[in-house]
């Protein structure tokens, strides 16, 4: 039996949103529409945002806490929700999920490196799909920096993928100059990450926390890991497989 090729999946808020104020179900949608197309060739591991962004679309906290306490409190309300808007409409697929909560001291201790990695392969083993996000509630790393990209190159680092796709709200990376111009040019493929850094504009996302700076720090983290990282247009249709078939635009970094 053909070994299948292990995909580390990071869909940011601003993909699940569709650059709303609501977690889009039709974006879930297309995620699980693709992953069944894919399911007998690809094994899937997700990383994903969002649980802030959909508890903000059914409470408003009051508090005198610092703003990034009350965001780990929407983060503790909204995850439940979250994993159950995927488990709802993965299952319509026929697809199996679970939830994995981490946190950066997890991949501190050789103890839960060893753990994350033999429940995660059992998970993927039995053909069901971990959607992992950081534990909000206990650690404040990601809300501050980054919406999971670190994260999700960690992730694949430990889990050993073969590929690495960021999903995010433009056709991967833009050189600088195209973008001074207002004509966004992609960089199709990357071999020096010093080039790469020079193209990089700064900029953050509207309900994430990343910007393009914080996608290239983790494609860096992977590469060392000898992991190739795409990062693609996740607010169109049918993304993941479109790329595979090169009929859209995106960044491959290798």
């Not at 680092?157 to 040019?185: M, R, W």
């Not at 990343?210 to 983290?221: C, D, R, T, V």
Request: glycine content about 4%.
């Amino acid at each position: 039996m053909q070994k299948k090729k292990r995909i580390l999946l990071k869909i940011g808020s601003n993909t699940l949103t569709k650059e709303t104020d609501n977690i889009s179900r039709g974006k879930i949608e297309d995620l699980a529409s693709q992953i069944s197309q894919l399911q007998d060739t690809c094994e899937f591991i997700i990383v994903s945002s969002g649980a802030i962004a959909v508890a903000k679309q059914f409470v408003k906290l009051e508090s005198k806490q610092k703003e990034v306490f009350v965001k780990q409190a929407l983060a503790s309300i909204g995850q439940p929700h979250l994993i159950r808007i995927y488990q709802e409409i993965f299952r319509e697929y026929g697809l199996l999920s679970s939830q994995c909560l981490l946190s950066y001291s997890d991949f501190e201790k050789e103890e839960s490196r060893t753990n994350i990695t033999n429940t995660i392969k059992v998970l993927v083993n039995n053909s069901y799909i971990p959607i992992i996000n950081e534990n909000d509630t206990v650690a404040t790393d990601e809300i501050k920096f980054g919406d999971n990209d670190k994260l999700a190159a960690l992730t694949a680092s430990l889990l050993d993928v073969d590929l690495l796709i960021i999903a995010t709200n433009t056709n991967g990376i833009y050189t600088k100059a195209s973008i001074k111009e207002d004509s966004p040019e992609t960089i199709k493929e990357v071999l020096n990450f010093d080039d790469l850094r020079s193209q990089v504009v700064s900029s953050k996302s509207s309900h994430g926390s990343g910007g393009m700076a914080s996608k290239i720090e983790a494609a860096s983290l992977a590469k060392r890991a000898n992991i190739e990282t795409w990062i693609v247009n996740g607010l169109e249709d049918n993304f993941i497989v479109n790329a595979m078939e090169n009929k859209v635009p995106f960044t491959k970094i290798k």
